[in-house]
């Protein structure tokens, strides 16, 4: 019996695989690099091994400082997650060498799926239809243009060693053959070391369609229903549903049995993903198989009702197949997006910056596999993955109406992210029709428009200066007397703003140029406000640093930079440290106690009045002195709540 298990990985896969690791009994250990020393599945798992630098070629994909990290803390077993190690046939021998369970199939399915060509030869002994083409051993230039006739145009050129669009050259016509075969070949030796080329007839907007295989070590193989993965970008997934809306229940069968044939074929165990093209008439041809758990496994889960990572463990531990291929049953409807930090406006340059605040939008139906919270440092090093959003429904509609949801109340602070991306595809008509093929992305999606928010609407304007006029210490500001226009001018992401904002009491007024709006402010905290525009009542999230201002109101997130260098609230008045209260109110929390150490900008009580919370914070450093409030406390305009001694108060 396996006891304590060592997640090779880092993010959201390895805070997924403690979770159901604990649910199991199992210890978990943990590995980090530097840079993840206080990441999230660092705090998760049991115990915690540091086990290099920041980049991943030192630490995650370091064979001997993983099972250093495993004779350390005397782990019976190691889960690769996907990515890094997960499918380096050397690493899985190693374990096994070092006495260690690799939660994966045998060293020589890796190794043969590495292989585009043997792996083809196999399947096609196994009698998986296969994309019609020639997997020559190491043909040569003049064999690939002889074999090359027989296939016709367009075709593929692909690497052997390839994978996951790696390595692939598309070749319309015969005239470019030569040129993209010496292309193909450097490719492949720079990124793989390895030149070996195969030829494959290019299917024409085909749909990716995968299907999810189990083994165990007793000779059971079941598949566990299809995932969609058509909607990719540049062979990135950004994605994936279950089940297919391409599907019948013919095509599963067929697919799902072909997919069982590949497994048997290899002598496979564990999970693994066989990766078909079907075309619009709804032939299907083996593309290559994964040998890892997927990204996208948590779709399979939802639809199915099984733990994959518990199934995963079950087998290595010997045990058969928790079911049989009767007992799985697909209800529902599941879809995944990958909440990436990057910038979709600026070719999906990958992010980096502090996460501010990171408040997943949990809710019926709606699962979110993360690995990083609010304050967490989003670095370079690793893939700029931030979450994967999955909504499951009872149909398809219902999941994708969750699924936009979550995604837009996702709040999200501090780090540019490809959220407005992911909604808009959601939200698209072609997807939503369930048309969407490998070509979606390129051809049937209006990028210009999708890519990223229009221009800051008047209504956010306006929610920005109403914010920001509430100023450092928003209860200096939100007196009930008649207050003159304060002029603000600040950038909300990239068009510079002059506004002008009139408040009386809960009424603000914000003019801009010719346009206007108003709004009347019902409830204001340090984090959220609500309000009432065009008699409509709305909620909006915010953070204030310093002088960015990040809001997030009608679905949307945007970043304002205040620019009206206003002085900083206190910083030039004398500082009394006498504190009083701004309005008549209640005292909802006195947050300091006598001799404690503030400095200036605490907030040292809280202030309700107009149903709005008013922080009332220090004016400068120093001690406190005398605290004459307490909570519940109903107090009245400039009544003195705390006074702070110490620094020497200017008269
Ligand atoms: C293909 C293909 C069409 N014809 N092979 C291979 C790796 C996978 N990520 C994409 N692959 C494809 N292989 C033949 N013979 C179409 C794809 C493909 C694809 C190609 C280009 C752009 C996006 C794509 C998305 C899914 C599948």
Request: charged letters at 25%; proline letters at 4%.
């Amino acid at each position: 019996m396996l006891t304590k298990l060592l997640i090779a990985n880092r993010g959201e896969i390895a805070v997924r695989i403690i979770r159901t690791a604990r649910q199991l009994g199992y210890r978990t250990v943990a590995v980090h690099s530097a840079a993840d020393a206080n990441a999230l599945h660092v705090e998760l798992a049991d115990e915690a091994v540091a086990i290099g630098p920041a980049p991943a070629s030192a630490s995650y994909l370091s064979v001997e400082a993983v099972l250093e990290a495993a004779r350390k803390t005397g782990a019976d077993a190691i889960h690769p997650g996907y990515g890094f190690l997960s499918e380096n046939a050397h690493f899985a021998v190693a374990c096994k060498k070092a006495g260690l369970v690799f939660i994966g199939p045998p060293e020589a399915a890796i190794e043969l799926m590495g292989s585009k060509r043997r792996s083809k030869i196999a399947m096609l002994q196994a009698g998986v239809p296969c994309v019609p083409g020639f997997e020559g051993d190491n043909a040569s230039d003049e064999e690939l243009r002889a074999a090359a006739g027989d296939i016709g145009y367009p075709l593929m050129i692909k690497a052997s060693a390839g994978g996951g669009g790696r390595g692939m050259r598309l070749v319309h016509d015969q005239k470019h053959l030569q040129g993209e075969i010496l292309r193909a070949r450097s490719e492949a030796r720079n990124a793989f070391g390895d030149d070996e080329l195969i030829l494959e007839k290019a299917m024409i907007e085909p749909r990716h369609i995968e299907i999810q295989v189990f083994a165990d070590q007793h000779g059971n193989a079941v598949y566990l229903g299809e995932r969609d993965c058509s909607i990719q970008r540049r062979h990135q997934k950004v994605v994936e549903e279950a089940p297919s809306p391409f599907m019948t229940p013919e095509l599963r069968q067929a697919m799902g049995e072909a997919a069982v044939k590949a497994a048997l074929a290899c002598r496979y165990e564990g999970a693994g993903t066989v990766e078909f093209l079907v075309d619009q008439d709804r032939n299907f041809y083996f593309l290559e198989m994964n040998t890892r758990l997927q990204v996208e496994h948590p779709v399979t889960e939802l639809v199915t009702g099984q733990d994959l990572v518990a199934w995963q463990l079950a087998v290595a531990e010997g045990e058969p197949l928790p079911l049989s291929q009767d007992d799985i049953q697909l209800t529902g409807h599941a879809i995944e997006v990958r909440l990436y930090a990057e910038d979709p406006t600026n070719g999906f340059t990958p992010q980096t910056g502090t996460l501010h605040r990171f408040v997943p939008a949990i809710s019926d139906g709606i699962r979110i596999d993360t690995g990083v919270r609010s304050g967490d440092t989003i670095t370079p090093y690793y893939d700029p993955m931030l979450a994967k959003v999955i909504a499951y429904g009872q149909n398809r509609n219902e999941a994708r109406r969750r699924l936009l949801r979550a995604l837009e109340d996702t709040v999200i602070f501090g780090v540019t992210t490809n959220r407005y991306f992911l909604s808009r595809i959601i939200a698209d008509q072609t997807f939503g029709a369930g048309a969407a093929t490998t070509a979606f992305l390129d051809q049937a999606f209006a990028a210009d428009t999708s890519l990223a928010p229009a221009e800051a609407t008047m209504t956010e304007i306006a929610l920005a200066g109403a914010i920001l006029s509430a100023g450092g210490n928003s209860a200096a500001h939100w007196s009930n007397s008649t207050s003159s226009a304060v002029p603000l001018s600040f950038d909300i992401d990239g068009t510079t703003c002059s506004v002008s904002v009139n408040r009386r009491g809960h009424r603000v007024e914000i003019l801009r140029g010719e346009d206007s709006r108003s709004l009347e402010i019902q409830c204001l905290t340090e984090t959220q406000m609500d309000f009432v525009a065009n008699d409509v009542r709305q909620v909006c999230q915010y953070q204030r640093r310093g002088n960015q201002l990040y809001l997030q109101a009608l679905g949307r997130s945007l970043c304002i930079t205040d620019l009206s260098h206003q002085p900083p609230a206190a910083s030039n008045k004398t500082s009394s440290g006498r504190l009083l209260a701004s309005m008549d109110g209640g005292i909802v929390d006195v947050l300091v106690t006598a001799g404690d150490e503030v400095r200036r900008g605490d907030t040292l009580v809280i202030l309700e009045a107009m149903k709005m919370e008013h922080p009332v914070k220090a004016d400068r450093d120093g001690q406190v002195g005398t605290v004459l409030a307490a909570r519940g406390d109903q107090v009245r305009r400039h009544q003195l709540l705390v006074e702070l001694v110490g620094l020497e108060a200017k008269a």
